[in-house]
């Protein structure tokens, strides 16, 4: 999708005819009739407007308006087709775009598009007022959200179904920002997640389920715009101009740090905030076994932990970051989006990097990091081919490398790392992988007998034997292996899952759910005795 269509979605959307694009300045929303407003009080520079038009002009298109001085496009995006003017002077670039149906429509309310377009922005591309350096533009640290125009950009025709507007929604004494409020209760009550979405009340995640706490207060998008304007730093608020979402990190002292993403769905701006813990959950006190911290003490070679989402990986690995950082004297590098867990020097020297403000990418990270002289690399998300090759280069080079997926079992993690790799890969990647990999840990969350929730660990241990079953392709026979190999630290799902069970922590019906093999766990159950289902 190329950058332009989330501003022609705008557009169409909302029923706004045109738009206008110009250096030095943010993108102008034209209404006709004299009616204009900014999108962003961002400015946007004439690299930004060159990237832009680059994606959607054809060769001829440019050539022409690099010759004539202006040229004309008709682009078709996922929403619908538009018109888009190219204009050039002084080396400058700028576009006008139309969303109207058709020239007709047009010309009914602006005359001739290219006329139109050059009386509209040609003064600014021609005098020096509004020339910028591509290096000139500060970035604050944070927007304030005065200066700026609502998140969503849409007229609230949902408002009065979706209850009264409050003129201070939310506010409570002594919090920085209304938000705030919503922040604090989700930590005094032990939630792990806060669902902030349009139409919607305030809803809280805890223990796993989804609850409101009795607000049933519905948000209309203006009140969800008036709460994530203030926390939403200025470059993910341009990001969520051009995306339509975003994901961040926000703090509030004594409270802790906040994982948050803004998205828009059909009715308007929402968002997500996932607690992270102030102080990190040690390794003691998760009880990871013998096994999983001998993994903290290699030398190179690369562990993955997977689950699904919300399932525990981030606080597993910050335990075992923050159990390196205690026992080793070495040099750290985490790369995250964005920072969860903050790892403050102990025995290690620790450099946190966050994708969007310290780096770009995460493979630029990653490659970057092989020249900054790191023992141990903690990747926080392994999504595409290019991250997970240069993750296993990385790990084959003398570096231990932590990374993370998202898959539900040990053994589907193999297969998941190599089918990201096209066909004619595939063997070498077999090899390399079998060569580098040293543990898998896949785990999932219960719900804990008194409240709370214990996550099932299931561990792949890589000796010679998994090793040779990843090169020859043979991965199927990797659960069979686990479970003759449990000496060697292998520990299947099912075996986490009824030790927890027997252990009192969690109930069989529960286990059951959590299980990918449901019937082997079922016949497990069966042979100790355990009472499930309609037998409790």
Excluded at 242 to 262: P, S, W
Excluded at 405 to 428: M, Y
Aim: with cysteine.
């Amino acid at each position: 999708m190329a950058k332009i269509d989330s501003l022609i979605a705008t557009l169409v959307q909302n029923n706004i005819p045109f738009a206008s694009i110009s250096p030095g300045k943010p993108v102008l929303l034209d209404y006709g009739g004299g009616q204009t407003k900014e999108l962003s009080a961002r400015v946007i520079t004439a690299k930004q407007i060159q990237i832009l038009l680059e994606e959607i002009a054809s060769k001829d298109e440019w050539n022409t308006l690099f010759s004539v001085g202006h040229v004309e496009i008709s682009y078709t995006s996922k929403v619908g087709k538009v018109k888009v003017m190219g204009l050039r002077k002084n080396d400058k670039l700028a576009l006008y775009i139309s969303s109207k149906k058709d020239a007709k429509a047009t010309s009914d309310v602006h005359g001739d598009l290219s006329h139109e377009a050059s009386v509209a922005v040609m003064d600014t591309i021609t005098g020096s007022k509004n020339d910028i350096q591509e290096e000139g533009i500060r970035e604050s640290s944070f927007a304030q959200s005065s200066q700026r125009p609502a998140l969503a950009q849409i007229p609230d025709h949902a408002e009065a179904s979706l209850g009264e507007r409050r003129a201070e929604p939310f506010k409570a004494p002594g919090d920085q920002v209304p938000i705030d409020r919503f922040f604090r209760m989700m930590a005094e009550r032990g939630c792990s997640d806060f669902h902030l979405t349009s139409g919607n009340p305030p809803l809280f995640r805890k223990d796993g389920d989804i609850t409101n706490f009795g607000d049933e207060t519905r948000l209309s998008p203006a009140q969800v715009e008036r709460l994530l304007l203030p926390i939403t730093p200025d470059s993910n608020y341009d990001e969520f101009i051009l995306n339509r979402d975003t994901d961040f990190a926000y703090e509030i002292a004594g409270v802790g740090r906040f994982r948050c993403n803004l998205f828009m769905d059909r009715i308007g701006p929402g968002g997500v905030f996932r607690l992270i813990p102030s102080k990190i959950l040690t390794s003691e006190q998760l009880n990871l076994s013998d096994k999983i911290l001998d993994l903290c003490y290699l030398q190179k070679g690369l562990v993955v932990v997977t689950g699904p989402t919300g399932s525990g990986k981030s606080t597993t690995l910050a335990a075992m970051i923050d159990f390196i950082n205690r026992k080793r004297n070495a040099h750290l590098i985490t790369i995250e989006d964005p920072i969860e867990f903050v790892h403050p020097n102990k025995k290690c020297l620790v450099n946190q990097r966050e994708i969007g403000v310290h780096t770009m990418s995460f493979k630029n990270a990653l490659r970057a990091a092989l020249r900054e002289d790191p023992d141990i690399v903690l990747v926080g998300e392994m999504r595409d081919l290019e991250t997970i090759s240069i993750a296993i280069e990385t790990a084959e080079t003398g570096h231990l490398v932590f990374g993370t997926l998202h898959t539900n079992t040990a053994a589907s993690t193999v297969d998941r790392i190599i089918d990201q790799f096209p066909p004619d890969r595939q063997a070498q990647v077999r090899t390399m992988l079998s060569e580098s990999l040293r543990a898998v840990i896949a785990q999932t969350l219960c719900k804990k007998i008194g409240g709370g929730r214990i996550a099932a660990l299931e561990i792949l241990m890589i000796d010679h034997g998994m090793a040779n079953l990843i090169r020859m392709g043979k991965t199927f026979q990797i659960p069979s292996m686990m479970s003759t190999k449990k000496g060697a630290g292998n520990i299947p799902l099912n075996d986490a899952l009824n030790t927890l069970v027997q252990d009192g922590l969690v109930l069989p019906d529960e286990a059951i759910s959590r299980a990918v093999d449901r019937e082997g766990l079922r016949k497990i159950f069966d042979q100790m005795g355990t009472p499930y289902g309609s037998q409790t």
